[in-house]
């Protein structure tokens, strides 16, 4: 799709936003903006900006919509622009019908951080010209600009990035797993796990998708995929791919090599095996060396906000799991834990429920703390399943000083809140940062 003099309309201003109007003026496009935010401040643009609605006669005369992640095609003015046949197209296309390399691409419900941070390094080592982008917060727009014949990119894709995608066709693509998570968006899990599985669409046989073997759904659905298959699994062995022996090594299918096990890696824990997995057999399609891959992942740390250790005090050790913005994800903290735990949870609430993540606190939850707008949904969940050990409280600040009161030496105090932060903060970087400054205070 040329841009060149097509009139453009920017949706949403935020970091992805701004980084798509940049690269539409490289591209020659003549470009306005629209917010639905009416009190956002327009005196810094240099061109129409447009709040709350965009006037009949602007939108009669577009040729092309670029939605940022963040925004839902469901508003009326994305209603509006299909009355009107203008085509819709989100970030990461745009970005795409600029690149000149080739594109890994990411998606899951959890360890998508994890893995395109790793796969990231695991890429640099070997290829200089490695860009990392997405939803990891470096919108890819800003970045496109730089590719080249040598280049690879890397980008973590969101489901609410896949909804916009035409013609984004990655060379190495991943669906890491499938829960529950946003359906206050999606609707329903089919159109959520629809949209993760979108990451395939342009891809074919010459392409490569990497598959959880114990994601049932997408075992199911692997022989519908344009593109090649490989699986990994953590819980049996498999006669291809890579999957987790008893031991904890990490074992080919195909040769039976054992390749490495997981006390030799920085990232404890089945998940991060998953993750280590997917990315092996991500950047073993890409030719990267076995020595190189290997030595990068035995030297991968965790990724801030993500089971992030933040201190000990009096005795008492600190863990930031901000990241673990859905249920699952906040399992695979609660499981990272070994000791007492005081919990802090709660947040924006996203349609899902809390049954699961209450049932696996199993016996190493000695106090939840709760905050934010699913409080009361969690503590209803909580009281049906048995557990009554919780206290509501209404800032970070104060759950950072409760939880003090509460641990004993030898406990952990873990922020990991089963939902997005989005009714208290601005982001789960935002949440998570506040909670390791609180902490550091005491």
């Not at 992030?308 to 913005?325: A, I, L, P, R």
């Not at 990991?416 to 390791?436: N, T, V």
């Amino acid at each position: 799709m040329d841009q060149k003099g097509k009139r453009t309309v920017v949706v949403g201003l935020g970091k992805s936003g701004m980084a798509a109007w940049e690269l539409l003026r490289k591209m020659g496009a003549e470009v306005c903006l629209y917010d639905g935010r009416e009190d956002l401040d327009t005196s810094g643009f240099d061109v129409p900006v447009y709040l709350g609605t965009i006037p009949e006669e602007v939108l009669r005369k577009l040729d092309c919509a670029v939605f940022s992640p963040g925004v839902p095609l469901t508003i009326p003015v994305a209603e509006a622009m299909r009355k009107h046949g203008i085509p819709i197209i989100g970030e990461i296309e745009l970005a795409y019908l600029c690149e000149r390399g080739r594109v890994i691409g990411i998606t899951g419900t959890n360890g998508k951080t994890t893995t395109t941070t790793l796969v990231g390094e695991i890429m640099s080592a070997y290829n200089a010209q490695t860009f990392v982008v997405g939803n990891i917060g470096n919108p890819y727009t800003k970045e496109v600009c730089r590719s080249s014949e040598q280049s690879v990119t890397v980008a973590e894709i969101s489901s609410f990035q896949l909804e916009t995608v035409d013609t984004f066709r990655p060379a190495v693509s991943a669906i890491l797993n499938i829960t529950p998570d946003h359906l206050d968006r999606h609707g329903t899990m089919e159109n959520y796990r629809n949209a993760k599985l979108d990451i395939t669409k342009n891809q074919t046989e010459e392409d490569l998708c990497v598959l959880n073997y114990e994601e049932e759904t997408l075992r199911r659905r692997a022989e519908e995929l344009p593109c090649r298959v490989e699986f990994f699994s953590s819980k049996r062995s498999l006669d291809k791919g890579l999957y987790q022996d008893t031991a904890g090594n990490i074992v080919d299918g195909v040769s039976g090599e054992i390749l490495m096990n997981m006390s030799e890696s920085n990232i404890p824990g089945d998940h991060n095996c998953e993750n280590i997995m997917a990315a092996i057999l991500m950047t073993r399609e890409m030719g990267v060396p076995l020595e190189t891959i290997l030595r990068t992942v035995k030297g991968f740390h965790a990724v801030e906000h993500r089971v992030e250790f933040v201190q000990t005090v009096k005795g008492v050790d600190y863990y930031n799991d901000s990241k673990g913005t859905n249920p699952d994800a906040a399992i695979k903290g609660i499981q990272s834990m070994s000791r007492p735990t005081v919990l802090i949870g709660g947040g924006y609430d996203k349609g899902g429920g809390f049954e699961e993540w209450i049932r696996a606190f199993d016996g190493k939850v000695k106090k939840l703390l709760l905050m934010g707008q699913t409080a009361d949904k969690i503590v209803e969940t909580a009281e049906i399943l048995g557990f009554h050990d919780y206290e509501r409280v209404e800032t970070l600040e104060q759950a950072v000083s409760r939880a003090a009161e509460l641990a004993e030496s030898g406990d952990a105090v873990l922020l990991s809140p089963a939902c997005a932060s989005w009714d208290m903060f601005d982001s789960y970087e935002q949440r998570g940062s506040l909670f390791k400054e609180y902490v550091r205070s005491l």
